[in-house]
Each structure stands twice: as structure tokens, then as C-alpha cells.
């Protein structure tokens, strides 16, 4: 197995986020088109499939393969490195270690064995028939105030073309409905709604930039779907949330 | 009951800070020339008296009545708005509830029984015979050296127009003195020094933005007074700590 | 005793940050010609030897004298001086205490009993056969790369003219290596490596501006040094740091 690729730290950081916002270890899918990550959290409600196309990377020579890592460590490698700094891999198939270079510190990183980390979700294709796309600014600013009053969120869209977060607390409540002006798109077969975690919506919102288009795609009593994408499409972030059992009204 | 308005998240921010520096309930009492706030701290320390006036509104409606409020969460609503946004307040008299809206978010905020809220301070009407006016930069600054020392602190002004504001520590002491070069104004009919518990002279000087003027009123073993003004007066904070026994030097 | 003297707070808080990493409580040796400060922190490991001339001051009044102080207590008061402004230095000799004064601040600062702190280290003149000099930030980034995964670090020279600070991990390993087109000069008479604890090294490393040239004198199994600068040479610093036994590898 070949594994030799120089990225920009702040790609491979950002694109990594996505993936340690739910697992600490994980398998990466490793292929001569570029790398593929899919995981689930513990308790199985989050999970991520990351793909970074091999055109995200400054040099790429890679073959078939599976690498084990900690994304705790790797994470903190990478953090070693500016902004404008490029960060370097390149595997060692006999020792099982990957070598990371930035400028002139070199991070010998011990692989973990595959098979000792959590089996990989299937994502599924599902058929939601509601997809709204707004900026990640205005569902961070929907968790935050929810989080104000309670430890769950109700998510919908409405036909009319609006997204509706709301939040109801033991004595307060909060409703963030954003319309087809606040909204880029929003194409709504039918009226969805479904209740999710906040930790499990903080979590993966959380490394989503303020003006990154975001995808929202949603049904009754569903899993969300988000999409979206960074480095001008070459890195493709899909997230799903299982939905919580809607409790009585 | 009728109380709908407008405002500035700055200016019912600010202005809020004055209040739950002392106490995280409190009734506000609306007349239809603006909102008063009176509060006292569980040890009848400190006191604050609040009033915005109607014309700190951007719109204003509103006849006699009490709400009891939990300052809190009414704080972390006012939090979510961006510094030029709008917060519009409408009381539904029938359900006590005061529906918050900033932008495409509505907060709805259930009301306290005002009666089970500690009863308003009257904040009596001293003859205190010093008035120095300086900004509130000059007291922040002269705190923060007092509390590197003790926990109380003497204040007090000399008839030669000067502040005066004092720590002894088990071992070191710490003095600060403004005279009529560093203060805007000193009308001190004779000296005047009392002591009080940096605690609430802290807590009372923290929502005061550095380049306020500040008037202390002050008198020999008696309570000092601060007063200041916001938005172009339109909002007026007295706040009001009782002096400690001084203890023998 | 006299010591009468005025300095920028930024010169003063800067030195004496050199002093204050290794321990709490120092003995200030006041001489015509300036301060000295030497000590070593109680595991006997890290050792610092700060002299502040004369010069460094806008004026200065001292004959010959030991000052006991508390370091944490003189820094705090240092904190309350802004950028710009000038700490005055009055020595009440009676009274054994230190005035300092702030623009209209006076802090009064009992002195220790120079007998109660710990004696002073002879730091020896070592003949070490490397002499390396860069950046602070140069050795500031290959700490924190070894701090991800030990808590001691090889450090050593090579006669090619390269710093080499290595840090070998329970999975994980890293060596910064940095050159001659890395380095602003490099003297190696022969290679020397030698092993430091990571705590040690951050502590003295901490207190150095990233762009403060820094030169490193090293041996093999040898204590390091560091000697840095600062206020246009009038502040010079001298930290040694003793090597830890070099386990197998």
C-alpha cells in the first residue's frame, strides 16, 4: 500500500473536524481518486461520510488501503502547522507508521489496527422530501437559541418554503423561522418535522463555517441530512442524525 | 396590561447589566413613560435603581402594570441578538407570558409571580455632603489594585477635591488617589470616608463601559452612591452600598 | 540602603516574567551599576541568573543591598501599569518596605527576609562545545510538537551546523530539525545531545518573545543553556537548565 500526500493544513484540518466532531478513531478509506472516511458515534445517532478528492491535495500518489488512526493525534499534529503551511504524509507500510512533515518537524504517528476500531455505518439512501439550503451561520444561531431552554430541537419545513427550528423549555420556548428570504433555496414536497439531540446538532454544526451553504434535507419523523461541501467541492461532508422518538405535545 | 416596544439589543442590554449585578429576579414596573427597576441583594448590601425611559425606545406602548422577570434568562434572550439588532418585546397578558422577537427568532418568556420576588429596597434620600464626578475607568482601575490586597476597601474625598480609595492587606497596603487634574469635578463640602466590601463595589462597577462619568456621592461613615447615565440619558442607573464598621486602623 | 529608581513597566515585567517561571519569592541584588537576580527552583533543576543595568532605567538611585520579595506580589502590581506607563521604585529602608508607584497608584510592598529564601545558586562556567542561535519561536514550535507526546525531549546540536529537539512518545515520535538556513548562527565543536525535561524547558521558554534572539549552549549529557536579551542589551538572561539521565532507548 502507497500513501505519499502533501495537502494545506487548513483543508485537511477543516475537512478532518467533520470526522472527530462524532468518533475519536477512525478508518480512512484510502484510494488512488483520494480518501473516503464514513463513522458513526457510540450510540449510534451521528454519523459522517467525508470524502477528500485526491485534487484537494497539492501532490497524491496513493493506491488501495485502509489506515487506523487516532484523529486525537492527528488533529494535534496538524494544529502544529500555520495557516499557510503544507503538511506531508507519507506512509511506512513495514512499520505501520505514517510520517507527517511540516516545514521541519516530523510527527511519526503509529497507526491503530483497523479491525479494533467501531465497524463503519452504512449511510442510508433515503428518500426525504424536503432540502432546504441556508448559510451555516443561521443554523448556529437556531442551536444556540434553542440550547437556551432545552436538551432537544424540532426541525421542520414547511411547503410554503420556510425552515422552522423550535425549542420547547420547561417554562420558555423559542421558534427560529426562516423564510424563503432568509433562506437560498428550499424545494419542499410535503411538510416535515422530526425531533433531534442539540448535542448531536452542536456537534456536527460546530465545525461548519459561518458562510459555508449548508443542505438540509429532511421528512416526517425522519433522519436530517446535512451536505455541504469545502476547497471549491473537492471535500464533501455528509452528516445524518437519527431522530428522537417525538414525544407527546 | 400593555406593553409592546421596540429597542436596541445594546441599549436594554447595558442597561439590564445595572440590575442583575445585584439580583437574577427582579419586577419591572411599566408605565407608559418607561420602565423602573428597583433591586436589592439577599444581604440588603446593595441596591440599584434602574429607569429607561420611553424615549430609549424605538417604539413604545404600554400602560401601568408589573412584570416579574427572571433577569437570566431575559439576559441570554437579549445575548443572541448582533450588536445593531432590534429586540421587540410583546406582553400576552392573558397567558403572562412576554413574547421576545430578534429578527426570524421568537423567544417566549414566562413570566414570575411578581409577589414571589424579594420585596424593592426604598433607596433612601441622603444628605451626602461630597460629590466627585470621574469616569469609570479611574474607579475600575482602582478596584482591581484593591483587591490584589483585601477584600474591603475605604473611599473617600477630601475637601481639597481629591479621591481617595484605600486596601490595608495582612501585609500590604494599596492607595489610590485622583486629584482635581483626574477627576471631571470634586464638590466636597468636608471629608468624607467610609468602608465597603469590594465585592459590591466589583460587582456594581462591572457593567459601567470605561469612558462613562461616574458621580459618587459620598459622606462620612455613610453609603456612597453611584450615579451614571446611558444612551443619551434616555437610561439612569443609581446604584447604593451600605458601608461596613470601620474597623479600628 | 538606597533605592530610589523608575522604570518602563514593560522592561520591568519582561525581566523579572525570567525569574518568576522558576520561582515565587527571589533576593534582588541592588548595586550602583544595577539589579541581579539569580535563582534555582526547588527540585535544584532549572536555574536563572537575570541582570537588569543601570541603563535600563530612566533613572536610577541605589548604593549596595539585598531585597527579599515576592515575586507573585511585585508582578501584580507591575500588571496594573499600562504599556506605557513608568514604575517608580522607593525603598523605605526603616520600615523595610518597598514603595511602588503607579501614575496616582501607591502599592506598598513588605519585603521578605532575604535569610527565609532559599540560597542562591552558584550557576557554574561550563565549557559546553555547542553554540547554537535562533528564534524564541523557533524553539517555542519544537516544544509544543514534543509536549504532544512526552514529558522530556532530546536535545542536542550537529557539527554540520543543525538543532535537533527530539521527543520519543509511548506510540508517537517527533524531531524538529532545523538547519543552517533555519538557524541564525551555529559554533558545534563536536555533536552534543543531551535529555531535559519538557517542564523545565516550557517554564524558561515561556517568558521568551518570539522574535527574541535566543542562543543555546549545549553539551553532550551536559546542562543546556540559554542566554537572551532584551531592552536594547540592558536586560540580559541567563537560564541553565541540568540534563535528566539518559534512559536506553
Redesign the interface.
Known sequence: MTFDATIASGVIGDALDSVSALVSECKIHVNDDGLEIRAVDPANVGMVDLRLDADAFEAYDADGGVLGVSLD?LE??IG?AGSGDMVQFALDEETRKLHITIG???????LIDPDSIRQEPDIPDLDLPATIICQGSDIS??L??AD??SDHVRMGAREAGALEIAADGD?????????SD?LLSATVDEDAQSLFSLDYLDSIEGPIDSDTDVSLLMGQEMPVKLRYSMADGDVEVVNMIAPRIQSEG
Chains 1, 2, 3 share one sequence.
Not at 171 to 179: A, I, K
Open positions: 493525534r494535534d499534529v502544529m521541519g518537524l516530523e510527527y511519526t504517528l503509529a444561531r437556531a444556540t437559541a437556551l431552554v417554562t420558555d420556548d423559542v421558534e427560529v423561522t426562516l423564510d432568509d
